[in-house]
Structures are given as C-alpha cells and as structure tokens.
C-alpha cells in the first residue's frame, strides 16, 4: 500500500465514496479511509431520497436490489388527529437499503480507480507550516502516516479532525437527536405513501416517519431537541391518535441512534488543503434532515474544486473557499428558506400545527404541490408554488404563522 496520494477522502459513506468517484474519474489518484470493517454497517438512516435528486446527481435508475419500495406521496398527521395527504402521478421519492447504497456507491469509485482501506481511522491531521499535508491512520493496532495533497472530511457527524484543521464546527443548538427502527406488524398503510407525524410530545423540534417497505415491514423513526428518542418512539407507538392505530401491535426488529444537524451549512468547510462534505458540513435540508442528495450534491462541487487545485498546484485557502462559494450560489437561496421554516415549525405549538394541517387541506394545497417535483431545492420549489394565484391565501396563512412565531 503506497503512503501518498493527490487526494485522502476520509470516511466511506454516500458523501465520501462520491467524492472519491467523482474526483477518480476526473483522473486523480484518491484513497478513501473508512474506520469500519463493512461499507455501509451500521446504518442509522431511513433512506428516504426524491427520485428527481438521484436524477440530478446522475444515479437514477439505482440498481434493483438497491430500491426497497417507491412513493407517490405523503401523508402528513397532526398531534390531534387532522390529516393532509399530497399524492403524485408518478413515484416522487424512493427509499433505499442504506448498507447496498453505500456499497454501490463505493463500487462505483473503485471502479473508477480509488483505494479503499477498511478497518482504517483516521486519528488527525498532518499539519506543516498551517497546511493539512495528510492523515494519521489506526490499522492494526499502528498508526501511519499517510501523506496526500488534499485531505476531504466525510466522517459525518460527529467529525473528529474539522476542528483541528481550522474549519468551522456544527451549530450544537440545531442538532437533534435521532432513532431509526425497523418494524413488522404494521396495519391501515397504503405502500405507495409516506407517512409523517408532527407534534411536540412526540417528536420535540421535528417531527416522526413511517415509510412501508415491499416485504410487509416499515421503517420508522424520529428525532427530537429533547427528550429521549427510544421513549418517545414508544409513546408514539402507543399515544399517536394516528400513529397508535397503525403501530400499537408492531414489533420493534432493530433499533439504531445517531444525531441529525439541522443548522445549514457550516459557513468554513475548508482550509488550506482540506475539505469538508456531507454530515460533517452540515450540508443537511433544514426542514427534512435529508442528508444524502443534498451533501452529495455538494460533494460533486467540491471534486471540482480539489481538482482544479491540484491541476494547478494550488491547496492554498484562498484557492480551496472556492468550494464554498460554489455551493452557495447552488443552495444559498434553499437553505435560507428551509432554515426560515425550520424555525417557524419549532415555534409553532401543537393547536397551530393542527390548524396548519387542517388549513392545507382544506385550500387544495395538494394540487398547488403537483407541479413540485424537487424537493431538495425546497426554496425554489417553494416559489413555484407560490406563483399560483390560488395559493394567496395559504400564503398569507402562512405568513401569519410565520409572524406570530415572533421571527
Ligand atoms: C435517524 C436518521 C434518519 C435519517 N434518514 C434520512 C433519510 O431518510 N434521507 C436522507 O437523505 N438522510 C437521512 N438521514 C441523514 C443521513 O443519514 C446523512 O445525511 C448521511 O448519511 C450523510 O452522509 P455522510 O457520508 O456525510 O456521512 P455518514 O453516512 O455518517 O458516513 C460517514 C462515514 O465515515 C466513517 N468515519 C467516521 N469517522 C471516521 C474516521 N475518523 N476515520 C475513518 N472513517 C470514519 C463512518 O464510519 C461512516 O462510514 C438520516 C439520519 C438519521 C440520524
């Protein structure tokens, strides 16, 4: 195993390994670091993705045993009961196994030439006269050194080595604490729908899904500011007024925890000769918590940029902010918005929630969502909709909320 190469990528999840795919196909010489013995294991995440970002991100169709099922829509519960569903013509979303997922993705970098070391953490950073130069692996009990000439942090959340390179760290105040279950014995879904539960005392600062698989099973999950994340998975099980009826005999199968950073972007993913996507940069929808097409969107900028750098011979800060900018100018507008309604949903209380759903669903939001087809740009979607002079009262409705959220 030769110590140097042009890029060290660390961290083998979909962030990672799509950096590492892009930036080998571009022609650099790239080794991904992944610290577990398995791509992909363990999962955390439900794997939910819109069909439209996989298309933007040049994935769609995945492979088939990939997809466990497609959705046409979604129904969303309010904490007392109302309900507002928006269904779609055609499949708007798919979940995905999460463990295939990442292997696919990491055999599509390999194929395009990068190196993987499993079983390899990366202890820290290299650092010479303030620039990153490469990484501290642990593999077998030792620890190497390993030299490159940009390194890429894809560890996630929480990220080790982003504070020790310089880059700005998470908002803590926006990460919420999340659970992901697997269940059997599920009853009155449609296979075709999401699901989505809102209410503070259930899922505190967000909100909880259920997402039916083909085999009979589902997913379900939540994450929440406060509060325990397995207990309140239990009351909402067995206190939901909707979600009890569909939940109260299910049978938990597995059970997995990890944090979701809702803050937006950090505003320094870089530094000299380091990078940072995905999770660890926080480049997570505000409104959703969906992580994978919105960083991996990111990713792909930042391959760019790390490879225009080493063309020409440039890891310097000022070259690599490029990155940043970059990618403002593809989501800056989104994550404004998508922040916006993060903190007008957190203020709202459950008897404004309920009057929201019921509101959607008395004014034919649905019809007004049909033209929406990208719901990761929820910003510009959002100003689609909103061009739809029927939808002026939904705006003002909205505006209300928005204001007596004291913002
Ligand atoms: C409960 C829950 C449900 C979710 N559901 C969805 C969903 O439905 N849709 C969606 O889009 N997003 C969802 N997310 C968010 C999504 O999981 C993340 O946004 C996504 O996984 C980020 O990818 P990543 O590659 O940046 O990080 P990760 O997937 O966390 O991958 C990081 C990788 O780096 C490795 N690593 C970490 N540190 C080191 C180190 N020092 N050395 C070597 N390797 C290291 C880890 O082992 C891991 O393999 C969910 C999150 C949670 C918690």
Not at 45 to 67: I, T
Not at 136 to 145: A, G, P, S, T, Y
Request: hydrophobic share 40%.
């Amino acid at each position: 195993m030769k110590n140097v190469s042009d890029v060290i990528v660390i961290g083998g999840g979909p962030c990672g390994s799509f950096t590492a795919a892009n930036l080998a196909r571009l022609g650099a010489d790239v080794t991904v670091f992944e610290e577990h013995a398995e791509i992909g294991v363990p999962s955390h995440c439900a794997g939910h993705l819109s069909v439209e970002g996989l298309k933007h991100l040049g994935l769609y169709p995945l492979p088939a045993d990939v997809v466990e099922n497609t959705f046409h829509g979604a129904v969303f519960h309010s904490p007392m009961n109302k309900e507002f569903s928006v269904r779609f013509e055609s499949p708007i979303t798919c979940t995905v196994n999460r463990v295939l997922f990442d292997k696919h993705l990491a055999r599509m970098a390999e194929n395009d030439g990068a190196r993987y070391c499993l079983n390899s953490q990366v202890e820290s950073l290299i650092i010479k006269e303030g620039s990153v130069k490469g990484a501290i692996v642990r593999q077998d009990r030792k620890n190497e050194e390993y030299l490159a000439k940009i390194v890429i942090d894809a560890e996630g959340i929480p990220s080790k080595v982003l504070r020790q390179a310089g880059g700005s760290t998470l908002n803590r105040q926006m990460v919420v604490n999340g659970v992901h279950a697997e269940v059997e014995n599920v009853r009155d879904i449609e296979s075709d729908m999401v699901e989505v539960f809102l209410g503070n005392d259930y899922a505190p600062g967000f909100y909880a899904w259920l997402i039916p698989k083909r085999d009979g099973k589902a997913k379900i999950g939540l994450a929440a500011k406060t509060g325990n994340p397995k207990k309140l998975l239990q009351r909402l099980m067995t206190k939901h007024p909707a979600a009890s009826k569909k939940l109260s005999n299910a049978r938990i199968l597995q059970t997995a925890f990890h944090p979701i950073t809702l803050g937006g972007p950090i505003p320094k993913p870089y530094s000299s000769g380091f990078l940072v996507v995905g999770d660890a940069a926080s480049q997570v929808k505000p409104t959703t918590g969906g992580g994978v097409v919105f960083g991996m969107t990111c990713t792909k900028t930042a391959a760019e940029v790390a490879f225009e750098s080493l063309r020409r011979n440039d890891f310097s800060t000022e070259f690599l902010s490029a990155y940043q900018r970059r990618c403002e100018d593809v989501l800056g507008f989104d994550v404004k918005i998508m922040l916006r309604i993060r903190r007008m949903l957190n203020a709202m209380s459950d008897s404004k929630i309920d009057s929201a759903i019921d509101f959607c669903a008395r004014h034919g939001v649905d019809n007004a969502l049909q033209k929406v087809r990208d719901i990761d740009f929820q910003g510009k979607s959002l100003l689609r909709v909103l061009r739809n002079p029927r939808m002026l009262p939904v705006l003002f409705y909205f505006s209300y909320l928005y204001l007596s959220a004291n913002l």
